[in-house]
């Protein structure tokens, strides 16, 4: 009997420990990111109190996002929504209506002044340059390509949270000072970098205007195809604009994006004579098994695409 008692209560110990496990997960906060990298980002300063959901995932364009029934519910159960803003979201008060959402919505950019697109036909025109591929008066949402920004962001996240859930404070901050230690680690190596080569054969095309802070971090002139929008379509003007700005210049580095659409960019690679680069990675994460599946991992990953064709300029 003693043999069955002690079975029985092992027994009992052990489907009430399998039963607190995911009693134990349900009662981490809910987070919604706006994107994939975004969500990344919250992650690691939240670490293991948190669930982060991201809206817009992997590989996803969040300039024409549109939400799905499971998009809402997640909305509506979460405890916290962070956005990028700038202008990078236009969906998001429709989307917390439809949710009901009544919690606290951070900007992980708020702080920082956004960056006005480079109005580089006018700087240029005296010379004799055709820059009418550019598209004038919008700002640049895309101030996560500077790491520098990226360091705002993780402050804006981490005081989010400890304003929600004050017990975990101290695991915030741990997470988010060892966090930006890895970031300014990524940006001392990339300015190392980039500094052995000289500022005059730093231009790249790329298929739309996402690199403006990592162009004025970096000193590199990012021409694109499109504007700050993938949503956008240049004209036949622009576009034969833009080819012979790259055979007069002689760039030679060109890169497709992963949530673009490559048709433009290949039109214009063929014409003007260039072989496309490799993928970079501007608005959204790679897959779990691909080259940027993590924000830090994607701007190393970035740079050494960069660097490589910067070199053939």
Known sequence: MNILRRFTTGLLVSLLAGAALPALAAERIPVVASFSILGDIV????????????????????????????DIKAVARARLVVIN?????????????????????????????????????????????????????????????????????????????VALDPSGADAYRRNAQAYIAQIEELDRWAIQQFAQIPQAKRRVITSHDAFEYFGAHYKVRFLAAQGVSTDSEPSAREVAGLIR????????????????????????????????????????????????????????????QLLEKIRLN
Do not use: C
């Open 245 to 304: 700005q790259i055979r007069s210049e002689k760039i030679r580095a060109l890169f497709f994006e992963n949530m673009s659409n490559p048709r433009l960019l290949e039109q214009i690679a063929r014409e003007a004579g260039v072989t496309p680069g490799g993928k970079l990675y501007a608005d959204a994460l790679s897959g779990s098994t691909g080259p940027a599946p993590d924000y830090l991992s994607l701007m190393r990953y970035n740079i050494k």
């Open 43 to 70: 992650a690691r300063v939240g670490g293991d109190r948190i669930a982060v959901t991201a809206l817009v995932g992997p590989d996803q364009d969040a300039h024409v996002f549109q939400p799905a029934p499971a």
């Open 85 to 161: 803003g700038l202008g990078f979201e236009g969906w998001t008060e429709r989307l917390t209506q439809s949710a009901g959402y009544r919690g606290s919505i951070v900007t992980a950019s708020a702080g920082i002044k956004p960056r006005a697109r480079v109005e580089e036909h006018d700087e240029h025109e005296e010379a004799g340059h055709d820059h009418d591929h550019h598209h004038h008066g919008s700002n640049d949402p895309h101030a996560w390509q500077d790491p520098r920004n990226v360091v705002v962001y993780v402050n804006n996240i981490a005081a989010a949270l």
